[in-house]
Nanobody, 125 residues
Framework: QVRLVESGGGSVQSGGSLRLSCQIS????????LGWFRQAPGKEREGVAS??????RYADSAKGRFIISQDSAHNMLYLQMNSLTPEDTATYYC????????????????????WGPGTQVTVSS
């Protein structure tokens, strides 16, 4: 069974940084797309970044500030977030879709099959 668990969320002041981690287990082989999403109160869940076979994609809001990476040997996914602003406050989720070595858009919610429970990020001004 595929399982994802996020960690690394917390509270930080504007301009600060956080590194989110996602432990992934149960994927049968290396054919998968991985993504980070976030959902702020009262808003829809939105894609932040994706990675598959070393190829990355970022939402405009994340470009130049966030970096997605993975450690395949340890089944870990990361999101390094820099220059955080209050607008980045949200619950952050990691997600995966297994079966292909590429993502489609990589930033669409309905592209993914498995989700973690989320980790809260709060940025204060």
């Amino acid at each position: 069974q595929v399982r994802l668990v996020e960690s690394g969320g917390g509270s930080v002041q504007s301009g600060g940084s956080l590194r989110l981690s996602c432990q992934i287990s149960g994927l049968p082989d290396g054919r998968y797309c991985l993504g980070w999403f976030r959902q702020a109160p009262g808003k829809e869940r939105e894609g932040v970044a994706s990675i598959a076979s070393g190829s990355t994609r970022y939402a405009d809001s994340a470009k130049g500030r966030f970096i997605i990476s993975q450690d395949s040997a340890h089944n870990m996914l990361y999101l390094q977030m820099n220059s955080l602003t209050p607008e980045d406050t949200a619950t952050y989720y990691c997600a995966t879709r297994w079966g292909r070595r590429t993502c489609n858009s990589g930033l669409a919610v309905d592209e993914y099959d498995y989700w973690g429970p989320g980790t809260q990020v709060t940025v204060s001004s």
